[in-house]
């Protein structure tokens, strides 16, 4: 993975960039802040953040979280250019479905998809609202690396929960807050966050803005639990194989905490 790559992922991470906290947050500034960073640079964070990885040294080849996709109807949540999609059509998927919040993600994911073979179905739309999307309908819905820009995290899940079949899997991966709280000085890490600090604010990368809010895990716990999911995996660890391939700044911090965190759930 490029040294590019991990630093955008970081600046998720937040704390080691240009960082200043907003006075509340209005949720229709968050959509118009975050869809216009992806419609004119989000394609840097792309190659981390596609299957088989789920972020910074997790990949779906060691967990094997989806299993058998064939026949199966999937739906992701942030589908970006489309390659986390392609991936699961070169799985053998049934239907193809994807939303985005921005539009040049979903004409570059038409033109990817189409290119490799691949019919999907894909809406521009905040997660958080309601856009034609069938309900009872798909074996799984999954987010890499997108669940974390909602402006409304129980409400996403009980959305996500009404897409999916009764028993219907729900996998999704963010950055760990762990890795939120930390930077590197020298060969320390030093704690430069609240861990239970979930206010919004501002980070300037490549210079445009992006709005976040870092949520504590917890937080995805008991929104699950209220949406109807039960937990069946969560991951934390990152992968000693990829970390041994990458050389990049951020790998001594990986070996001692967590980057990234996956996880499966099930509706009940």
Not at 6 to 24: H, V
Not at 131 to 158: H, K, M, N, Q
Request: glycine letters at 8%; a negative charge; one cysteine or more.
């Amino acid at each position: 993975m490029e040294k590019q790559s991990f630093t955008r992922m970081n600046i998720i991470g937040a704390g080691e960039f240009g960082c200043a906290a907003t006075d509340g947050m209005d949720k229709n500034t968050v959509y118009q802040t975050n869809s216009s960073y992806w419609d004119t640079q989000g394609n840097g964070f792309l190659g981390a953040i596609v299957l088989p990885l789920y972020g910074s040294y997790i990949s779906e080849e060691k967990c094997q979280l989806f299993g058998d996709v064939s026949g199966k109807r999937v739906l992701e949540i942030g589908c970006g250019n489309g390659q986390s999609l392609q991936y699961q059509g070169d799985r053998n998927a049934s239907e193809l479905w994807g939303m985005d919040i921005s539009e040049n993600q979903i004409k570059k994911a038409a033109q990817h998809l189409k290119s490799c073979g691949y019919s999907a179905k894909l809406i521009c739309s905040p997660m958080e609202e309601a856009c034609g999307i069938p309900e009872d309908y798909f074996d799984f819905v999954y987010s890499i690396y997108a669940i974390g820009w909602t402006t409304d995290l129980e409400g996403t899940f009980r959305r996500i929960a009404s897409y999916l079949k009764k028993d219907g899997v729900f996998i999704f991966s963010w950055s760990h807050p762990i890795h939120k709280c930390v930077v590197g000085e020298g060969d320390l890490l030093v704690f430069k966050k609240c861990y239970f600090d979930e206010s919004w604010y501002s980070v300037s990368l490549d210079e445009a803005e992006l709005t976040l809010s870092d949520r504590k895990l917890s937080t995805y716990v008991n929104a699950l639990a209220k949406a109807g999911f039960v937990i069946e995996q969560m991951i934390e660890e990152s992968d000693d194989a990829i970390i041994q391939s990458q050389d990049s700044d951020v790998v001594q911090k990986a070996k001692m905490l967590p980057l990234t965190f996956v996880v499966k759930a099930r509706k009940l």
